[in-house]
């Protein structure tokens, strides 16, 4: 994480020209979206059998880093993600049971399932 301008200016090769709070609320806001992601990976972990404890690295390698095939239709975006060892799991959790609207869709239903 950049901690102060300076350091942003010398990562990324340019002077930004300006200092302070711009600059510290982007900082801020990669924090914000980090601790986001993980209090989503320690709820998914809590539904997921021998898991509880786990941390959002494993959740991310034995779950979601996976191969999928996506296909979008008119009402609905079908997720289908290959078949591994933990897969068992999230079946009996109930996680792939629900089937959302999203808004950002056009009202797409969003269907996830094990192929």
Known sequence: MIGSCQEA???VGLRLGF???VCRIQV???LMLTLIANALYRSLARTLIGFEAATPKQIFRHFLNTPARVTVSDTE??????RCAHHPLL???GALVAQPIVPWWQGR???LGIR
């Open 19 to 21: 200092r302070g709070k």
């Open 77 to 82: 975006v079908r997720v289908r993600i290959r």
């Open 9 to 11: 200016e010398r990562a």
């Open 28 to 30: 801020d806001l990669d």
């Open 91 to 93: 079946l009996a959790s």
């Open 109 to 111: 239903r969003l269907h």
